[in-house]
């Protein structure tokens, strides 16, 4: 911890100091992650195992041990239509708790989608514009990734379509018109234009869907065209890759009014933000320039880091995807339609999985309604009403903040407020109305949803 300057709330960057690199975690760390295996042969996937997925650019920067990889001018044009982000100290919020802790907070609901999404949508249309690709399929769960790539293919003059998880399509329509105002088409998932969506409206009609369903039927579509490639909104290491770019502007921003973090808090559903935020943090640690402790912080419906176990699990429902190593709950989970959509999923990043695996990240889980209690006070002391999905770092920060009351510590706490929630009103409307229930998931639905997991030698 170090005792900064304390006149400020907002710290802002100029364009001219807008990070030029990412950074990649793999080149700093004392044991590499596990590698993703082919599905049929279980030996290490290769570049040909991931084209018909995604152009050569981004499988390069997958497997890259390069520790920054440079940002494309192309990129960076359209970054700076909201880059560099703020960083705000939540002042408001520590009077309200009445704690001595100083809360941080890195606002990206400042771009055009209203999330974090875009800074790897972009990069990712980018690169598949430029191998002459004509279009792009994904799945969204709050339909933020959808809205981002919607966005990204936009600017590059690509086609997007998109599977919404279904509850989600029912909950948010107005995520759906977002990205339909971008252009993208948007299928509720399970669909009636895949032959698995299909199937499974035939065993299910009313099915809520889930990540693994809808990302089964955007590979499906991508494998289909050579013209068409996929694009994943997190887990993957080039997906946390494009993130760092939060982090990078953070640690320049901390600079500036002489902090440290002590605790570092991310929410955590496939790992993006999270990792987009630690990861440069972590390096700094790693290199013994500070010491923060980090933090996970996922859904009690969907704990997949503190429930889940650490195996070779497909990234999809119908196991198209390379098997990767991950903290899962397997990938026929499907899970509670709790308002974090974009948390729910039944694996977690590979790198993040690896970095809980040695102890270097640690994760807690946290109820609903716990979340929409600290969205409320956030949202009264500073403001901007968050996207249900940071609510669970909201949550965790707050409980600190409440641990440094009574032991009169001073803590630096950062976390990212990855997107704003002006369309998740309705997740707001239930929580007041006294209408939403909290979910614990059992052992014995994880138990059961682990059956279906691979087992390797």
Not at 224 to 252: C, F, K, M, W
Not at 262 to 274: P, Q
Not at 288 to 302: L, N
């Amino acid at each position: 911890m170090a005792t900064g300057d304390t006149t400020y709330s907002k710290i802002l960057l100029d364009e001219s100091e807008l990070p030029t690199q990412w950074y990649n975690l793999v080149a700093d760390l004392p044991e590499p992650p596990p590698p993703a295996l082919h599905p049929g042969t279980h030996e290490p996937a290769g570049p040909d195992d991931f084209a018909p997925l995604f152009p050569t650019a981004l499988i390069e920067q997958e497997v890259t041990t390069q520790r920054y990889v440079d940002i494309p001018g192309g990129v960076l044009d359209v970054y700076r239509l909201w880059r560099p982000s703020p960083l705000f100290r939540a002042r408001r919020l520590e009077a309200l708790l009445d704690t001595p802790a100083r809360i941080y907070y890195k606002y990206e609901g400042v771009s055009p989608a209203g999330s974090h999404k875009p800074n790897t949508a972009v990069p990712q249309a980018y690169y598949n514009h430029q191998e002459g690709i004509t279009k792009l399929t994904t799945e969204t769960g709050a339909g933020q990734w959808g809205s981002a790539l919607a966005f990204a293919t936009a600017q590059y003059g690509m086609e997007c379509e998109v599977w919404q998880v279904a509850a989600s399509y029912r909950a948010k329509p107005h995520r759906r018109t977002m990205m339909q105002i971008w252009g993208a088409t948007v299928h509720s998932s399970p669909s009636e234009v895949t032959d698995y969506g299909r199937s499974l409206l035939a065993q299910d009609p009313d099915q809520p869907g889930s990540l693994g369903i809808a990302i089964s039927e955007a590979v499906s579509m991508a494998v289909a065209d050579p013209l068409t490639r996929y694009a994943l909104g997190s887990v993957l290491n080039h997906v946390l890759l494009h993130q760092t770019i939060i982090g990078e502007e953070a640690l320049l921003q901390l600079a500036k009014v002489g902090e440290t973090p002590d605790l570092l808090v991310g929410c955590t559903g496939g790992g993006s933000n999270f990792g987009g935020l630690s990861f440069p943090f972590l390096r700094e640690k790693l290199a013994g320039r500070m010491s923060p402790t980090i933090r996970c912080v996922e859904p009690a419906a969907c704990p997949t880091l503190t429930k889940g176990e650490y195996r070779y699990d497909f990234g999809d429902t119908a196991g198209l995807t390379p098997l990767m190593k991950m903290h899962t709950l397997g990938h026929d989970f499907i899970p509670e339609p709790i308002h974090a959509g974009g948390l729910r999923y039944h694996g977690m990043s590979p790198l993040v999985s690896h970095l809980h695996e040695q102890g270097m990240v640690e994760a807690i889980s946290v109820p609903q309604t716990e979340c929409f209690a600290a969205a409320l006070q956030f949202a009264k002391a500073e403001g901007i009403v968050p996207a249900p999905e940071p609510t669970h770092a909201l949550a965790a920060a707050i409980r600190e903040a409440l641990v440094c009351k009574e032991s009169g510590q001073e803590k630096v706490i950062l976390t990212a407020l990855c997107g704003h929630g002006h369309l998740d009103l309705a997740s707001y409307e239930q929580y007041l109305s006294g209408q939403m229930v909290d979910y614990d998931l059992p052992d014995e639905q994880i138990s059961a949803a682990l059956q279906g997991v691979p087992i390797l030698d």
